[in-house]
């Protein structure tokens, strides 16, 4: 058990003690000093030259002489000598020099005021009576009186979103019967309500325009004094149709409703009367002038001005082509005819017609005539035309793919007066030409230029695999036999026609070829093979493979 109490450390009496008095009387000398405590002064650094029994001093934080190293302690004169007591926080201590009360913090002395309660981020607050979790802020009172602090005043009502609330309710026994403000949108609104459940706008305005409107309508019980153009919309109806008020004739009298009959009627005048009906246009005085192309009209009060007007020029009477031939001077060309624009040209019936106008054309299964040597009769082509007096023409035609001759161009010329054809010229282009190594041009088909460490395929692809096995020998993979008709091997030779390399006849099984080089040697008017020998750098030797059948689709 321990021999002073928790908070004050008062001694307590211990069983069996001798002089228990004198224990006790320093608990009551302990309590006297702190219960209703009265300090000399607070903050202080200097003791008294002349203390009296029970003074107290509250010390500071750095107190010095008999003081010193009490800071914050409370120190107190008895019995001829200085006690000294820890403050606990929550304590309370009149200042007789301050005259002021104060409330040890746990680190100083400060008074009540600083030391209020905070009123920030209350849970609600009721006035004469209870708040809850909606009204948090309640006051019962005959009146609430918001007033000014020597200026204006605002009354503030703040929602987080166009959407939500910021208004005024009017209750009666806790039941909505009036409204006014932003419900629902940013537009102010005044509304009402029977029954607190369905309610009524009376006025809306609206936020962009700050325009009032009425949407259940507006009644006026007195005079309404309008300014002049007041007025600017004003929809009047006496009658459950589309109406107007007026007189439907030139007479004096009441106004009444002129009602319409049908839709997309206008009010007119027909002789004296006046009603709704159809304009009739063709009457002198119903159009007046020409309506502007702006406005949907033409500008004008003649075809021909009309089509200026609009922009048209001669093509706008100009005729159409009859047929995909028709050459008839001055007429429109229809999309597709002489094969232009169209998605497939006309189809001739004979290639060799010399009567054909300048065009674009195909050719099929059913066109006769003579086609070029080898080339496919599936193909397209154009006709051109020089004219003078012999009908002078000229014609290119190519084969359309999947043929033998597939993507190759030829050309003749013609003359209509005496219905012939030259012969058929193949045009050579890099797609069945080659250059080999002297810079000649060769005919070409699948074209494979082999070199010391690759392959070259400048035409047709080969797909070979080209492999070195060993000096002066390369295997070439996945490729067709050379061609059996024309050249066939190419080897390179320098600027006087010498040979560079010999090569000896290739060795070809399963799609392999087997192509061997040797140094070449001069035999007489020949050449001969010498030791095996790489291909030099810079130099390759030709090779001419036979074409492959060509397996996509012929047009029937």
Not at 174 to 194: C, L, N, Y
Not at 204 to 216: F, T, Y
Not at 358 to 384: K, M
Request: hydrophobic share 40%; aromatic share 8%; charged share 15%.
């Amino acid at each position: 058990m321990s021999d002073q109490s928790a908070r004050l450390a008062l001694p307590f009496i211990q069983p069996s003690q001798a002089q228990k008095h004198v224990t006790h009387n320093e608990a009551l000398q302990i309590l006297d000093l702190l219960v209703q405590l009265v300090v000399e002064t607070f903050d202080a650094t200097t003791p008294p030259s002349l203390p009296e029994e029970g003074q107290v001093w509250a010390l500071g934080a750095a107190p010095g002489n008999e003081w010193a190293g009490q800071a914050a302690m409370l120190a107190a004169w008895v019995q001829g000598g200085w006690v000294f007591i820890a403050p606990q926080p929550g304590w309370r201590a009149w200042g007789r020099e301050e005259e002021a009360l104060r409330i040890w913090t746990g680190t100083q002395w400060e008074a009540p005021e600083a030391a209020a309660p905070d009123f920030d981020d209350l849970s609600g607050v009721g006035i004469n009576t209870s708040f809850d979790a909606t009204n948090r802020l309640s006051v019962a009172s005959p009146a609430t009186l918001l007033s000014h602090e020597g200026a204006g005043h605002h009354l503030k009502i703040n929602k987080a979103a166009s959407g939500d609330t910021a208004s005024l309710l009017f209750q009666t026994d806790w039941s909505g019967r009036a409204e006014m403000g932003t419900a629902g949108s940013d537009d102010f609104a005044i509304k009402v309500s029977p029954d607190g459940t369905t309610w009524h706008d009376g006025l809306v305005v609206d936020r962009e325009s700050g325009a009032v409107g009425a949407p259940n309508g507006l009644s006026v019980s007195g005079s309404l004094n309008l300014p002049a153009g007041g007025v600017m919309r004003a929809a009047l109806a006496n009658g459950t149709s589309l109406s107007l008020i007026g007189r439907s004739a030139d007479s004096s009298g009441v106004v009444a409703d002129i009602a319409a009959g049908t839709d997309h009627q206008v009010m007119r005048r027909s002789g004296s009367a006046i009603g709704f009906g159809a304009v009739a246009l063709n009457q002198p005085a119903a159009v007046t002038g020409q309506l502007p192309v702006a406005n949907g009209g033409t500008g004008a009060s003649s075809a021909a001005d009309a089509r200026t007007s609009l922009g048209l020029g001669t093509a706008a009477t100009a005729a159409v082509t009859t047929s995909p031939t028709d050459t008839t001077a001055g007429r429109l060309t229809t999309v597709g005819w002489m094969g232009l624009g169209g998605s497939d040209p006309s189809t001739l019936s004979n290639i060799d017609d010399t009567s054909l106008p300048p065009r674009f054309f195909r050719t099929t299964a059913v066109t006769s005539g003579s086609f070029p040597d080898g080339a496919s009769q599936f193909g397209c082509g154009v006709v051109l035309r020089y004219g003078g007096s012999g009908g002078l023409l000229a014609q290119f035609y190519t084969p359309n793919f999947g043929a033998a001759q597939a993507g190759e161009l030829y050309h003749r010329v013609g003359r209509q007066d005496t219905d012939t054809w030259g012969s058929w010229r193949r045009v050579y282009s890099t797609g069945n030409t080659t250059v080999d190594g002297s810079g000649f041009i060769l005919e070409a088909s699948p074209i494979l230029r082999l070199y010391n460490d690759r392959t070259e395929e400048p035409n047709e692809p080969v797909g070979a695999t080209m492999q070195r096995v060993s000096e002066g020998a390369y295997t070439l993979s996945g490729v067709q036999p050379l061609a059996s008709k024309g050249w066939r091997i190419r080897p390179p030779q320098d600027h006087n026609m010498n040979l560079q390399v010999y090569v000896s006849e290739p060795e070809y099984a399963d799609g392999v070829l087997t192509v061997r080089t040797f140094e070449p040697v001069a035999n007489g008017p020949a050449w001969g093979a010498g030791g095996p020998m790489d291909i030099p750098e810079g130099v390759f030797v030709m090779l001419r493979f036979e074409a492959q059948e060509d397996d996509s689709p012929v047009e029937e």
